[in-house]
C-alpha cells in the first residue's frame, strides 16, 4: 500500500522559520530508518505558500492566486511517499517520528489510489 505522509504547515513553517541543526539531525535519522527499511520512497520539505500559486478551475475558465494561503493548518509543509504493507504500520512509523515543528503540529497519511481501484 502507498502512502502520502503529509506534515501540516504552522505560522513558522509559513513564516520561513527553519528547523534547529537538532531537528535537522533527528529528522534525517528518521529518513534513513524509513530507508533502510524499504519504506521512503520519496519525501521533502517544502517552502511557505507564499513562494507558491494555486490555479482554480472552472469548466474552461483558470484562475491563478499568489500565495500566501489563508488556512495555515490546510498548507502542507513537508510529505513523503511511502511503501508500507497497511495503514497500520504507516501509523506506527509516523508515531516514531520526530517533532516535525518547534511546537505544536500534525502529520496526515491519505492512502494513494492503485490501478486496482479503477478495474
Known amino acids: ?3 502520502m505522509v ?3 504547515a504552522t505560522e513558522d513553517s509559513e513564516k520561513g522559520v527553519m528547523p534547529t541543526p537538532e531537528l535537522l539531525a533527528a529528522m534525517g535519522k528518521f529518513n534513513e530508518e524509513l530507508i533502510k527499511a524499504g519504506i ?4 521533502d ?3 511557505p505558500s507564499s513562494k507558491g500559486k494555486r490555479v482554480k478551475f472552472d469548466g474552461t475558465s483558470r484562475l491563478v492566486t499568489d500565495g500566501p494561503f489563508a488556512e495555515t493548518k ?3 509543509a513537508g ?3 511511502w511503501e508500507v504493507a497497511d495503514m497500520d504500520e504507516a501509523v506506527a512509523w509516523v508515531k516514531r517520528c520526530p517533532n ?3 511546537g505544536p503540529s500534525e502529520i496526515e497519511i491519505r492512502p494513494l489510489y492503485e490501478i ?3 478495474q
Not at 40 to 43: L, T
Open 116 to 118: 486496482a481501484d479503477f
Open 79 to 81: 510529505f513523503w511517499l
Open 1 to 3: 500500500m502507498r502512502v
Open 45 to 47: 520539505g517544502l517552502k
Open 74 to 76: 490546510e498548507v502542507v
Open 40 to 43: 521512503m520512497k520519496a519525501g
Open 100 to 102: 516535525p515543528m518547534p
Open 6 to 8: 503529509m506534515v501540516k
